[in-house]
């Protein structure tokens, strides 16, 4: 996995996750092991970066051999294409934001060679909604994991993916630190997955457990899960996990030096909601991303395709669906987004349907504000005057300078 490379605790939390698949090799030409599952029925199956990294292939024993691999390895993130994989069985992602302390289970192949061929669980608990340096692109979790479980998915109780497998803090943390930690691991959070897939116009499902529905016991959750896992192999790849480790000692310097370039995600037709401190006119996309790199306070963009508009943004919280647009967001900023629901459109707003009027707000509380509302149907915020007006059903849509329209 890379990360950036910050403090000497981010170099150590490194070195431990790049060789995280099972070295053990199970037949001449797999050099390594890991996790991973099925995200569509057309075959899909998501894993991390340092899984496939330097494989010259990969496969799914009774499967067959992936293809159209993607790599992200920014984010630790991987995907690749099984040509018989179609029709199986896939999990959901999990579209809200995962709750702190609940209780989740990690499905995988740990320790390939050594343990049975079959499937493990662990379960335990989300320790802390952030990683390492407060990264919002990970969760801390408590469930078990082991060399062979990157790449899987970690479930929550309605079996929806929470995160993906990644690293544990193991024995080159205690070597750095004088430090033994217990059972400290991390995953990517299902966003950032979500925005990997959409980079890549690879199709998802997205799931949120209902109000009446039950958690699932984690024999029940099991069932569910267990068609969708697989054990991905890679074929050829240049060091095993031992190797690796033992070539990449960390070396504690009390800085780490930050890279030049800044890595963003791209949401295709997304845009970022709020936040605007400069707007670019007559720009071209690649203008548009330049800009931002050059500029430390951007941390996230909206380019219109259409209007040939570049948007510069402090900060990203709220991603909407706009067709027109593509946003691009902070890599490390891309664990605390919210998809909404909403269709927003600006310049357009409903009459009627008025039944709370908020005043001295802004967007991203007026959307909050309909978001939490059952009654809510919709939204008009009218920047002028920094007024609110939640409105309880959908109604004739109009041209409106000054005002932005939000629809469930």
């Known amino acids: 996995m890379t990360l950036m490379k910050r403090t000497a605790l981010s170099a ?3 070195a431990v996750a790049i060789g995280f698949g099972s ?29 496939v990294e330097g494989c010259t292939s990969v496969s799914v024993p ?76 990970y969760l801390q979790v408590s469930t078990p994991l082991q060399p062979g479980n990157s790449g ?15 690293a544990v803090l193991g024995t ?41 529905d039950k958690p699932l016991s984690t024999a029940d959750l099991s069932d569910k899960a267990v068609p969708a896992v697989v054990k991905v192999l890679c074929h050829g790849g240049a060091t095993t996990t031992a190797e690796a480790e033992a070539s990449d000692k960390p070396t504690v310097p009390s800085t780490m030096p930050r890279p030049a ?31 931002c790199q050059g500029d430390l306070s951007c941390k996230a963009t909206t380019y219109n395709r259409k209007a040939r508009f570049c948007f510069l943004k402090s900060d990203a919280k709220i991603l909407v669906r706009n ?29 009627g349907g008025d039944y709370s009027r908020i005043r001295n ?17 919709a939204f008009s915020y009218v920047r002028k005057k920094n007024e609110c007006w939640l409105k309880d059903r959908i109604g004739y849509v109009n041209t409106k300078n000054g005002v932005d329209l939000g629809l469930k």
């Open 361 to 377: 707000t802004n967007f991203i509380a007026c959307y909050a504000a309909c978001e939490t509302d059952y009654q809510c149907r």
């Open 62 to 137: 009774q499967i067959g051999t992936g293809d159209a691999l993607a790599v992200d390895k920014q984010n630790d993130l991987a995907a690749f294409k099984l040509s018989s994989g179609i029709g199986k069985s896939h999990l959901p992602l999990r579209r809200s934001q995962p709750r702190l302390g609940e209780d989740i289970a990690a499905y995988g192949f740990p320790l390939d060679g050594i343990l049975s061929d079959s499937i493990k669980v662990t379960t335990g608990n989300i320790n802390s909604l952030v990683g390492m340096e407060n990264d919002t692109r």
């Open 172 to 212: 080159k943390f205690t070597d750095a630190t004088g430090i033994a930690p217990q059972n400290v691991n991390f995953a990517v959070r299902s966003n950032v997955v979500e925005l990997f897939l959409q980079s890549r116009d690879i199709k998802y499902d997205s799931a949120d457990p209902g109000q009446d």
């Open 323 to 351: 067709v027109d647009a593509v946003a691009s967001v902070q890599s490390n900023l891309t664990g605390s987004l919210i998809f909404s629901t909403f269709v927003i459109r600006s310049g357009r707003d409903m009459a």
């Open 261 to 291: 370039i800044r890595s963003f995600s791209p949401a295709d037709s997304y845009d970022v909601m709020g936040f605007d401190y400069a707007t670019l006119k007559n720009v071209s996309e690649a203008e548009c991303e330049n800009a």
């Open 23 to 51: 070295g053990t090799a199970v037949a001449d030409d797999v050099s390594s092991s890991g996790t991973g599952f099925f995200v569509n029925d057309q075959g899909w199956v998501v894993t991390n970066a340092h899984v």
């Open 152 to 166: 899987g998915p970690i479930l929550d109780q309605w079996g929806s993916v929470v995160g993906v497998s990644t």
């Open 12 to 14: 150590v939390f490194m």
